[in-house]
């Protein structure tokens, strides 16, 4: 089990940019994947994108291709998501969550494949 700690959410303008943290601790070693996901109110848990914690291969939702780049610090057990022009469909708190077996690369949109969640950060994206 590991300890998930978001951070760097906020209101920004469409168009603009934010970049979230998540930092890690407990059972590091444990991690095989992390993933970052967004809920919107009144709306479904939504798979955004995850990184494997050591080859660093990566998975995009469709929807964020090209804008949103996730990155991972392993010597800080920090993992980033970079979201560039934002659009106000991107509003939703968004979470980070670690799995511990390779269900985060067999199916890393799954919020099954993942055991540990963050407590969200609000994103906010006026038009």
């Known amino acids: 089990q590991v300890q998930l700690v978001e951070s760097g959410g906020g209101l920004v303008q469409a168009g603009g940019s934010l970049r979230l943290s998540c930092a890690v601790s407990?059972?590091?070693?444990?991690?095989?994947?992390m993933g970052w996901f967004r809920q919107a109110p009144g709306k479904e848990r939504e798979f955004v994108v995850a990184?494997?914690?050591?080859?660093?291969?990566?998975y995009y939702a469709d929807s964020v291709k090209g804008r949103f780049t996730i990155s991972r610090d392993n010597a800080r057990n920090t993992v980033y998501l970079q979201m560039n022009t934002l659009k106000p469909e991107d509003t939703a708190v968004y979470y980070c969550a670690a799995g511990h077996t390779i269900a985060v690369s067999t199916a890393p949109a799954s919020v099954n494949s993942y055991d540990d969640w963050g407590q969200g950060t609000q994103v906010t994206v006026s038009s």
């Open positions: 990184i494997s914690w050591n080859s660093g291969g990566t």
């Open positions: 407990g059972r590091t070693f444990s991690v095989y994947g």
